[in-house]
């Protein structure tokens, strides 16, 4: 399977159904198991996987996992119903999704309320974490699912972060990047150097879009 396109007009997605994901405010008990969060990001850590044993001869302790980190500047930007990502840190562009049906979004002008984002792809880094941290003080959601290469969008969660800290995922957590809730935000984006990525398109494989709330009155409380 090639790797998927990342940059393209959105009319040339479907209309499809769309699965709408539980919004849940971050906080030490609801991102366990996913990350945590970060309070200050000098200095913070990103765990790095061990390069996965072949057969039966192990790694040689102390090799496998010297690959580093990378960061850079993720910026998040709305272009009327169409949400943007550029990421410096691995030199990425992405489509991340839109506000409304993708047969009707419009890049030149907003045309539907910017409640949510229908995501069309996921994916997840089996390398090494990644630390978001919000530069500009802002709201922010990501969304994310727990390891395991039989994802489902059942198993899709968003997490609000007020924009007071950063939220960091361990390596093989499903995500995409992140969704401002204002037009451009910015991020400090760390993560591991090697970037090996695994990806879901989600409508291919599921015949719906992951509808992703941006509005603080759809949190679930746990």
């Known amino acids: 399977m090639n790797a ?24 030490d008990a609801s991102v366990k198991g996913y990350g945590c969060l970060v309070d200050d990001p000098e200095g913070f850590e990103i ?46 562009h992405y489509v991340l999704g839109w506000s409304t049906d993708p ?8 045309t539907a309320p910017r409640d949510q984002v229908l995501l069309w792809h996921m994916n997840y880094h089996p390398d090494g974490g990644q630390m978001f941290w919000p530069l ?11 390891p395991g290469d039989n994802l489902t969008p ?8 007020d924009g007071t800290q950063g939220l960091y995922i361990h390596p093989g957590i499903w995500h995409e990047g992140i969704f401002p809730v204002e037009d451009d935000q910015r991020f400090l984006d760390r993560q591991g150097a090697v970037h090996a990525r695994v990806s879901a398109d989600i409508g291919k494989e599921f015949g719906v879009y992951l509808a992703c709330p941006l509005r603080a009155d759809k949190i679930r409380e746990l």
Request: charged content about 25%.
């Open 154 to 161: 059942e198993k899709v969660v968003a997490f609000w972060c």
């Open 47 to 92: 765990e790095i996987a061990r390069w996965p044993q072949q057969g039966w001869r192990p790694i040689d302790e102390g090799t496998g996992d010297e690959g580093g980190w990378v960061e850079g500047t993720f910026h998040g930007e709305w272009k009327g119903d169409v949400l943007y990502g550029k990421n410096e840190a691995v030199n990425g």
């Open 103 to 110: 047969q009707r979004a419009q890049m030149a002008q907003r």
């Open 136 to 146: 500009d003080n802002k709201p922010f959601i990501i969304p994310a699912a727990l």
């Open 4 to 27: 998927p396109e990342y940059i393209f007009e959105a009319s040339s997605k479907p209309s499809l159904p769309w699965h709408e994901v539980p919004l849940i405010r971050a906080t």
